[in-house]
């Protein structure tokens, strides 16, 4: 299946950098380009993309914006196999609102300078369903920010982790130290299949989405704190 790609930045040479790496792939296709939040949300409705790679800063409607906007018409309109998926970049030393790109229903985010062969394994991973929570990113990222985050969750959070038993609690410690499922079976020498149900109860009973939303609620909650992460 050819993975439909819509390309969102401001800057054209970018573009232009991302749809040769992209278009060399033969299971990846550039469907459009957009320079702006307003136009990237009418270019999906539009062509109706599997994935929209993201910018975060630009004029008028940002990626933020354009993020919550085309999660919100996915859900609402879209059938079910042409929901897309939103995979934000951003140059990670100006962009400090990328958690609340996370929020807004990205599944994921990359550095701008992401090796090629990166960009295109995390582009065929969020098309799949899965989100990016990469550790080289995510680490860095949310340990940054973490200190700064509002505390959207500071009241509930008992509550919330109250829901989860032992052994779901230090899945979801693993989940925001990025592992993946292979690495926390290997970790807690358990089946890939036992981790997958310990996620999937997770999700469902904390009222997630995906793996980024887990991740940034252990940083809200105080499960996991900024450089507690070996």
């Known amino acids: 299946m050819t993975i439909r790609?819509?390309?969102?930045?401001?800057?054209?040479?970018l573009r232009t950098g991302f749809r040769l790496i992209l278009e060399a792939e033969p299971?990846?296709?550039?469907?459009?380009q957009a320079g702006d939040g307003k136009d990237a949300q009418e270019q999906t409705r539009a062509l109706l993309p599997d994935v929209v790679l993201?910018?975060?800063?630009?004029p008028?409607?940002?990626?933020i914006e354009a993020t919550r906007r085309i999660v919100r018409d996915g859900?609402?309109?879209a059938p079910a196999a042409h929901v897309p998926k939103v995979l934000v970049l951003t140059t990670f030393d100006l962009d400090e609102y990328i958690v609340e790109a996370l929020r807004s229903g990205a599944s994921g985010f990359l550095l701008k300078d992401v090796p090629p062969d990166e960009l295109v394994q995390a582009i065929r991973v969020v098309a799949a369903g899965d989100a990016i929570v990469a550790p080289s990113v995510t680490r860095?990222?949310?340990d940054r920010f973490a200190k700064r985050l509002p505390s959207a969750y500071e009241q509930a959070a008992p509550a919330r982790l109250d829901r989860l038993t032992e052994r779901e609690l230090?899945?979801?410690r693993l989940i925001a130290k990025g592992m993946s499922n292979a690495e926390?079976?290997?970790?807690l020498v358990v089946s890939e299949t036992t981790v997958k149900t310990h996620v999937g109860n997770v999700l469902t009973k904390l009222g997630l989405r995906d793996r980024v939303q887990a991740v940034v609620l252990a940083y809200e909650t105080g499960l996991i704190t900024p450089g507690a992460l070996s």
């Not at 790609?5 to 040479?13: A, F, G, M, N, R």
């Not at 993201?54 to 630009?58: F, G, L, S, T």
């Not at 008028?60 to 990626?63: E, F, H, L, R, S």
């Open 5 to 13: 790609v819509l390309l969102v930045d401001d800057q054209p040479l």
């Open 27 to 32: 299971d990846i296709t550039v469907v459009g």
């Open 54 to 58: 993201m910018d975060i800063r630009m």
């Open 60 to 63: 008028g409607v940002d990626g």
């Open 75 to 77: 859900a609402r309109a």
């Open 140 to 142: 860095r990222l949310l």
């Open 170 to 172: 230090e899945v979801l």
């Open 184 to 187: 926390i079976a290997a970790k």
